[in-house]
């Protein structure tokens, strides 16, 4: 059996994540997974598990976090973007 990297549980159906850069984590769920790899946003510290908005070397959850952090070209709803 397979331990978690995060919970320690071991678990039959536990699964392996490889990184970009090639290190291999072991997950007995999709939360442990998330928790452990998925970015922070850089305004309110959520876990960002879609697309997101990057901006340089920032990830924001979405366009409202940007805009409060200074990003001033994005917008969450395509009928109210910024021209």
């Known amino acids: 059996m397979n331990r978690c990297d995060v919970c320690g549980n071991e678990y039959r159906n536990a699964f ?8 291999e984590l072991v997950f007995d ?25 990057q901006a340089g070397e920032q990830v924001y959850c979405c366009a409202h976090c940007a805009q409060q952090s200074g990003v001033t070209s994005v917008a969450d709803n395509a009928d109210h973007a910024l021209t």
Request: hydrophobic residues 35%.
């Open 16 to 23: 392996t994540l490889r990184t970009a850069d090639g290190q």
């Open 29 to 53: 769920s999709f939360e442990c997974a998330i928790h452990r790899c998925a970015p922070a946003c850089a305004h309110c510290g959520c876990k960002v598990i879609g697309h997101g908005i």
